[in-house]
């Protein structure tokens, strides 16, 4: 018994092997083999024997695009921009963010530069995100493809944008010119709060990549983020008038700022959107 206990051992222990050995001949440029999508380090240990990569923007769209990465959950085409920009000798300096992913703490920034190591530096910096919006129900599947046509999650925002300007560097090849790639774009921002850190000179041009249908943008709306608390006292719902509800509060004053006229500047409105609501003591809803 225990010799077929250390043959079925040492042959789990070849089979194995054989497979780890066989991936750099069956990794495609687009899509890696499955078994390296399994975790980060692994994956990042597969693209070191990548044979090849993306040297069109359809196919590295692609590439990217099939990295399944919603906000939060970014490792998997953060290390494919890395190995990309790597192969084609640009530094890269990793940013590590505060808040960590789902899948470990490996949350961060890439910032890649061509013989330049000092960020401050920079004259252009080539700026976007490679997370994707969460979508509850729609999941995030492989694009689908004809010819240079892409269709699928991330494609649009903002898979090609990344991969324009990853190509677009590797061109410049520019001491001047740097790009940056950022996580969390699509919920908390924290990318871009921590790359105000990286050091960047005050007067830094940057090209920002977002869907703007094909036209180009010279603006960009601001956004501000604003929790607005009230405070009641609970009352049972049979004596309404011995308490004071703060959902009506809130109700009312959220009806208030949607009549507001908000400013209005170079032919763009300010715009205001209610995320989420939350509060009461009450029995939860039915549906």
Not at 70 to 92: D, G, M, Q
Not at 95 to 114: C, D, F, H, T, V
Not at 175 to 203: C, I, K, N, P, Q
Request: glycine share 10%; proline share 6%.
């Amino acid at each position: 018994m225990e010799s077929l206990s250390a043959r079925l051992v040492l042959t789990a222990v070849m089979g194995l092997g054989l497979a780890l050995l066989s991936l750099p001949s069956r990794l495609s440029a687009s899509r890696p083999h499955g078994i390296c999508m399994l975790n980060p380090t692994l994956f990042s240990l597969c693209l070191r024997f990548q044979k090849s990569v993306p040297s069109s923007a359809a196919d590295l769209t692609h590439a990217l695009t099939n990295m399944r990465s919603s906000s939060n959950s970014e490792p998997l085409a953060f290390e494919y921009a890395a190995a990309w920009l790597i192969r084609h000798s640009f530094s890269v300096k990793r940013q590590p963010l505060s808040k960590p992913s789902k899948n470990g703490p490996r949350r961060e920034n890439l910032l890649a530069m061509w013989r330049n190591s000092d960020p401050a530096k920079l004259q252009v910096l080539l700026c976007t995100h490679l997370d994707l919006v969460p979508g509850s129900g729609r999941p995030i599947g492989t694009p689908s493809r004809d010819g240079d046509r892409l269709r699928g999650r991330g494609t649009v925002d903002a898979r090609g944008q990344a991969a324009g300007m990853m190509l677009s560097l590797k061109e410049l090849r520019d001491s001047r010119v740097g790009l940056l790639l950022v996580s969390g774009e699509e919920t908390d921002h924290a990318g871009m709060l921590a790359a105000a850190d990286l050091g960047f000179g005050s007067h830094l041009i940057l090209v920002n990549g977002e869907p703007t249908e094909s036209q180009l943008g010279t603006v960009q709306k601001g956004m501000a983020k604003i929790l607005i608390r009230a405070s009641g006292k609970a009352a049972h719902s049979g004596y309404p008038e011995l308490g004071e509800s703060a959902v009506h509060k809130l109700v009312a004053l959220l009806g208030d700022l949607s009549r507001e006229q908000w400013p209005k500047k170079d032919g763009e409105h300010t715009t205001m959107n209610v995320g989420k609501i939350a509060g009461a003591q009450g029995p939860r809803p039915l549906l």
